[in-house]
């Protein structure tokens, strides 16, 4: 039987203690990281056209995610009977990457720095935004990875070229991605309504590799109708926008969207995607706090970072 904590040790309720991602060991030095998982904070939203917020979004997700750390034994799944982020599973919190204040170039240098640093001591990456623009420095850093393809949850398309010499604000990651030779293709789940990129930027989308579904369209071709659209054998990267979620249930956003999706079909699409792909990389953006007083955003963009995280690790294991 596995052992835990109830009865030794310290107690370490959630409100105890610092709130590091689940109440995880931080690591100051990057060039001493030694897990299979690091979290890096990437507090950055100068690149948002409408609300800003989601600079606290790191800060908001790691306080969030002590709700799940009671960490005894694991977590215990009785619907797949699988206790998933169990002790051989070692995650790290290496903090926030340095922004500067007013420079997006230097700002997204430093987070690429992260996660470079995550890459070369061969953990998966998973960085917390920040607006959707810290995407494009995640996706730099994995040039000489080899070739990846990009999952999106998102409900804008984010792939708008230019617009008044803007490049790197958060509708341009996805274009940025595509441009990289080393990415294969994009599947975009969950964009919708009133977009941010014009007719054109969806025919270059599509022109550029992509494959584009709307909530409406997912939900008509089931779980496994879509994942079956992901190419075979492909490295996937996964960005998580959290307003792919409908605003019912995640508010706390700069720019909400109407008609989203509900939690369990995103952790299924997840699941899946991760029982038939590698995953070597995950951003989660755009939580942005205060426009949320309950905390109910920023819980449920924990509690699908944890639960993502176990099925990564379990389908690794089971390979």
């Known amino acids: 039987m596995s052992t835990h904590g109830y009865e030794t040790g310290r107690l370490n309720l959630p409100f105890v203690g610092i709130a ?15 897990a299979d998982v690091a979290i ?6 100068f690149g948002t056209q409408f609300r800003a917020g989601a600079r606290f979004g790191p800060r908001a997700v790691r306080e969030a995610s002590t709700l799940f750390s009671f960490g005894h034994a694991g977590a215990y799944d009785h619907e797949d009977d699988v206790t998933y982020l169990g002790a051989d599973v070692r995650i790290v919190d290496i903090g926030d990457a340095d922004i500067v204040h007013t420079d997006t170039e230097r700002s997204h240098a430093n987070i690429e720095a992260g996660v470079r640093a995550i890459l ?18 995640c996706i730099r850093a994995f040039d000489g990875q080899g ?10 398309l984010d792939f708008v ?13 996805m274009r940025r991605a595509a441009e990289k030779d080393y990415v294969t293709g994009l599947t975009q789940f969950g964009i919708r309504n009133v977009s941010s990129t014009a007719k054109e930027g969806y025919d270059a989308a599509r022109a550029m590799g992509a494959d584009i579904l709307s909530v409406r369209q997912v939900r008509k071709l089931g779980r496994d109708g ?14 998580i926008d959290i307003d792919g979620f409908c605003p019912s249930i995640a508010p706390g956003t700069g720019t909400p969207s109407h008609g ?54 379990h389908a690794r294991g089971q390979a």
Not at 40 to 45: E, I, K, R, V, Y
Not at 120 to 137: F, R, T
Not at 147 to 156: G, K, R, T, V, Y
Request: glycine share 10%.
């Open 20 to 34: 590091t991602f689940g109440k995880r060991p931080h690591v100051a030095d990057w060039e001493a990281i030694d």
């Open 40 to 45: 890096l904070g990437a507090p950055f939203d």
């Open 120 to 137: 070369k001591a061969g953990a998966l990456p998973v960085v917390i935004g920040g607006d959707h623009s810290v995407n494009i420095p």
């Open 147 to 156: 070739p990846i393809h990009i999952l999106q949850i998102d409900a804008h």
């Open 161 to 173: 070229d230019e617009r008044h010499g803007v490049r790197h604000g958060h509708g341009n990651p």
């Open 226 to 239: 879509v994942l079956a659209r992901i190419p075979k054998g492909a490295r996937l990267y996964v960005t």
């Open 260 to 313: 989203g999706f509900l939690y369990y079909e995103v952790l299924e699409i997840l699941q899946g995607a991760a029982l038939a792909h590698e995953i070597v990389g995950i951003d989660l953006v755009e939580v942005a706090p205060d426009y949320d007083p309950t905390g109910s955003t920023a819980i449920l963009a924990a509690q699908l970072l944890l639960n993502f995280l176990g099925f990564v690790f």
